[in-house]
Nanobody, 123 residues
Framework: QVQLVESGGGLVQPGGSLRLSCAAS????????MGWYRQAPGKQRELVAT????????NYADSVKGRFTISRDNAENTVYLQMNSLKPEDTAVYYC????????????????WGQGTQVTVSS
C-alpha cells in the first residue's frame, strides 16, 4: 500500500501562483509514476501532469503547458506541482495519483490516490 498526503491548496487571485505537494509513504518501490489530476464541479476528473519517478520524464495536459511544472524529490518521496499564471478555469479539487505502469499500462492493483486539495482561483 502507498499513502498519499496532499497539501498546498487554497484561494488565489487570477494570475497568482500556488505550489501543491504530495508526500508518499508505504510501499514506494511498487510505483514508478506520480501525477496530478483535477476535478471541477460537474466535470470529469482530468489529467494535469505526470512524472516518471526514475527519470523525471514529464507529461502535461495542453491546458497547463507553460504554466504548471511537476517535479519530484525522491529522497523525500514527494512530488510537487508549481502552478503559475492561474486562471479561474483552474479551479478544482486536485488529486495526487501514484501508480505502477508497465508497457504503457496502468496496473489497477498499484493505483493510489490522495484525498484531494481544493484550489480556487477567484478575484
Amino acid at each position: 500500500q502507498v499513502q498519499l498526503v496532499e497539501s498546498g491548496g487554497g484561494l488565489v487571485q487570477p494570475g497568482g501562483s500556488l505550489r501543491l505537494s504530495c508526500a508518499a509513504s508505504g510501499s514506494i518501490s511498487s510505483i514508478n509514476v506520480m501525477g496530478w489530476y483535477r476535478q471541477a464541479p460537474g466535470k470529469q476528473r482530468e489529467l494535469v501532469a505526470t512524472i516518471i519517478t526514475s527519470s523525471s520524464s514529464t507529461n502535461y495536459a495542453d491546458s497547463v503547458k507553460g504554466r504548471f511544472t511537476i517535479s519530484r524529490d525522491n529522497a523525500e518521496n514527494t512530488v510537487y506541482l508549481q502552478m503559475n499564471s492561474l486562471k479561474p478555469e483552474d479551479t478544482a479539487v486536485y488529486y495526487c495519483n501514484a501508480y505502477r505502469r508497465i508497457s504503457g499500462i496502468k496496473l489497477p492493483q498499484f493505483d493510489y490516490w490522495g484525498q484531494g486539495t481544493q484550489v480556487t482561483v477567484s478575484s
